[in-house]
């Protein structure tokens, strides 16, 4: 039995202005052939799952690509062509398969479709026909549509935030697949989509709400003939009509109890919307917590420079804070080229005039002027140990770690999620011996620094993730969506 197997893997923010192309792939994890296999084999990903699967079945595998890219703008169309080009020619050499396994976000904007995801697996089932199996994995923050349901036999989407459970839920989709592909069940999937947006922040799914939510389909998973229940958050910046939370529910050949389940579990997050209200503290009030707290490291929090959701990395308002509450030790980490160039050039131990951050856009804040020392330049180059994305090679490029006025400043030339705590330590920082970090993200950074944290505030940080979405000026979603719908009526 031969299954092509790979993935192709983007959040789009619709309103960042960070073109995604191929280098923006090529920057982060891009693998054609067989390299998408061997490389990944042995890491925390949909792909080592997709890999233990099949070869316990003694399935053989057509690799295609592993294109993974970081949020920012819709995907270019010429990108996302080739790499479904290179998808339809590994079919075409492989002669027959018997099916398809591949891991997508579920929250792609491309130039020729705002329901990227859709649109792949409607490639896929045109070059493939209706009787190849085809079984997907999404993120937790899939906008999944109607299309997305229809082109696919099964979807399994993840049950953690932070993300830890790809491998799981890689083998989760190989085993469906395979049961399928042998004749032993008939994936029928339906979906609910209840009418809200939330934003990453609350769908941590260790707590309350989401965690009941999870809780349900767990339980929905142990009744007869059910085969998987994917609860998706949705992703809030993606402005598309299928934007917003998803019930997926996958039994074997029973449309009725598929339906039964989905609006059940669809019901109980309409229930808890106003649960799912954040409430963070402001960014001076924040930072004072952080400073008079005994309990360190603190984290604060960037909530709305949340570079997994697609912003820039480089918002200067808890950094200007920090120095105008005259912090005496904090680090904080910011995406900024020039000042990393400008770093390098003065060389360790020098004294450097900088202006950092606030570069990008008109959301995170202005450039902050500074003079500072140059402590460390580094390759930017570490592997992930842990919990999320353990044995991935990460690239934040050249890296600098200045210091001025006590916080320590990790200049960087390219954004990096604060997933791993091999980020701080790659650069010679100790992240469990420090007073304050501040942290670009909602959730993710949960999976690494919550270890060790003595206190985590998450700050109500302006930027493209903030959790106020009413500065963004949708044009695509449904009417009837909480709680922008009442932000309009009150």
Known sequence: MKVLVGGIYHESHSFSNVLTDLESFRDVLFLEGRDSIDQLRSTTSEMAGFIKGLEECGFEMVPTLWAWGLSTAPVEAKTLDLFISIVQRAIEEA???????????????????????GYILSKFREFVGQDIPIVVTLDFHANISELMVEKADAIVGYDTYPHVDQVERGFEAADLLVRTVQGEIKPVMVIEKPTMVVVPNVQLTDKEPMKQLISLAHETETEPGVLSVTVAGGFAYSDVPEIGPSIVVVTHNDRAAAVMHARNISNRFESLREEFTPQLSGVSDAVARAVESGNHPVILADVGDNIGAGTPGD??????????QKTESAVVIIADPEAVSLSIAAGVGQTVSLVVGGKTDRFHGDPVELTATVRLISDGVFRNRGHMRDGIVEDMGRTAVVESDGIKIVLTEKKMPPWNLEQLRSVGIAPEHEKIIVLKSAVAFRAAYELIA??????NSPGLSSVDLTQFEYRNIRSGMFPS???ETT
């Open 315 to 324: 918002s200067t308002f808890i950094l200007r804070e920090l120095l105008e």
């Open 454 to 459: 003595g206190e985590i505030i998450e700050v």
């Open 95 to 117: 002669g027959e398969i018997d099916g398809i396994l591949f891991a997508l976000h579920g929250a792609m904007v491309a130039e020729q479709a705002l329901d990227g995801d």
């Open 485 to 487: 719908d009442e932000a």
